[in-house]
């Protein structure tokens, strides 16, 4: 019995789905140029496909799961179990006009001609606006089509927002944020959802890892306490002895996002020589 994955063939999402693998100790070096490859150390078939297929090939069980863009799987609309949000391949859906246009609401969009590959996408986010807009469907180079006369706006993807730049275009709405995620055929028996479950377990555990940091610290001993309150890690944080006097080492994990806040006030009550180093995995 095997778990059968499909990931994208060549393009944004291929490299991190593969380093994804590569990191929950699944090694599919062999045959990435192929259509299928095996993995060497885990009951685990990999499909690489163009990422548009993977909905319906998910939906359908040619896949059991798949890393797909939230944007192509919300235009797809396929009947398939979104199972985690995986961090990268961030991107948004944005609308976008030509730079000397005026935009002071999206009642401004209203009879323009819009071109985009996410005509689902963009149909409902105007209709929920109450905007009446002419969508135009292209599947390749939106952001030219208003340079050429094709349309008046476009709605594409934006991640660093260079490429409307460069086509003299500006972002004036944000209709979808979008990241990869994994999903899920919602029919998958019970041999299959326990291989999906230990791969699950370790995607969280780079996920966590990779949002919390191993922090090291040494304190007056007379400050522990409300270090300790600053730093309540997984557990409690673990305290040592140092040589000196007086002095304890503190190790604990802190929130990525937190850090240097709690970095501010670690200081303001006296912890010197502070260390703080990635985790590599972490299992809560
Ligand atoms: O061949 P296949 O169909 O598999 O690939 P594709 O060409 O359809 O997709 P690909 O590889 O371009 O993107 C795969 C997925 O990556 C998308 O579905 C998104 O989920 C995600 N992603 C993240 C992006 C971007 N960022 C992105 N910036 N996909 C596309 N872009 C394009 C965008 O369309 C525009 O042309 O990049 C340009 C804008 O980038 P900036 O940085 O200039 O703003
Ligand atoms: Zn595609």
């Not at 994208?8 to 991190?16: A, T, V, Y």
């Not at 070096?29 to 909905?55: C, H, Q, T, W, Y």
């Not at 008046?152 to 209709?175: F, M, Q, R, W, Y």
């Not at 306490?225 to 305290?239: F, N, R, W, Y």
């Given at each position: 019995?095997?778990?059968?994955?499909?990931?994208?063939?060549?393009?944004?999402?291929?490299?991190?789905?593969?380093?994804?693998?590569?990191?929950?100790?699944?090694?599919?070096?062999?045959?990435?140029?192929?259509?299928?490859?095996?993995?060497?150390?885990?009951?685990?078939?990999?499909?690489?496909?163009?990422?548009?297929?993977?909905?319906?090939?998910?939906?359908d069980g040619v896949a059991d799961i798949g890393i797909v863009g939230e944007n192509v799987l919300l235009e797809k609309n396929k009947n398939v179990k979104t199972v985690e949000k995986l961090g990268f391949g961030k991107c948004r859906l944005s609308i976008a006009i030509p730079r000397d246009k005026t935009f002071n609401s999206i009642k401004d969009l209203n009879k323009l001609r819009i071109a985009t590959s996410y005509s689902s996408?963009?149909?409902?986010?105007?209709?929920?606006?109450?905007?009446?807009?002419?969508?135009?469907?292209?599947?390749?180079?939106?952001?030219?089509?208003?340079?050429?006369?094709?349309?008046?706006?476009?709605?594409?993807?934006?991640?660093?927002?260079?490429?409307?730049?460069?086509?003299?275009?500006?972002?004036?709405?944000?209709?979808l944020r979008s990241e990869a995620v994994l999903v899920s055929n919602k029919n998958l028996n019970k041999d299959?959802?326990?291989?999906?479950?230990?791969?699950?377990?370790?995607?969280?555990?780079?996920?966590?890892?990779?949002?919390?940091?191993?922090?090291?610290?040494?304190?007056?001993?007379?400050?522990?306490?409300?270090?300790?309150?600053?730093?309540?890690?997984?557990?409690?944080?673990?305290?040592?002895p140092l040589e000196e006097k007086g002095w304890s080492s503190v190790h604990s994990v802190v929130k990525e996002d937190q850090f240097w806040d709690i970095i501010e006030k670690l200081k303001d009550n006296g912890a010197q020589g502070i260390l703080v180093v990635p985790i590599e995995k972490m299992i809560v």
């Open positions: 019995m095997k778990l059968k994955i499909a990931i994208q063939k060549s393009g944004r999402l291929s490299e991190e789905s593969i380093r994804l693998l590569k990191d929950c100790g699944i090694d599919i070096s062999n045959g990435l140029n192929k259509l299928k490859a095996e993995a060497a150390n885990f009951p685990l078939e990999v499909f690489f496909l163009r990422d548009d297929d993977i909905p319906q090939y998910v939906e996408i963009l149909s409902h986010y105007l209709k929920k606006k109450k905007v009446k807009a002419e969508i135009h469907e292209i599947s390749g180079s939106v952001e030219i089509a208003p340079g050429i006369g094709l349309a008046d706006a476009i709605c594409d993807l934006v991640s660093s927002g260079s490429t409307l730049l460069s086509n003299g275009l500006k972002e004036v709405e944000v209709v299959k959802k326990e291989l999906l479950n230990k791969l699950l377990f370790r995607i969280k555990a780079l996920r966590s890892a990779k949002s919390n940091k191993y922090i090291l610290l040494n304190a007056p001993n007379k400050k522990l306490k409300a270090i300790c309150d600053i730093l309540p890690g997984m557990k409690s944080p673990t305290i040592l």
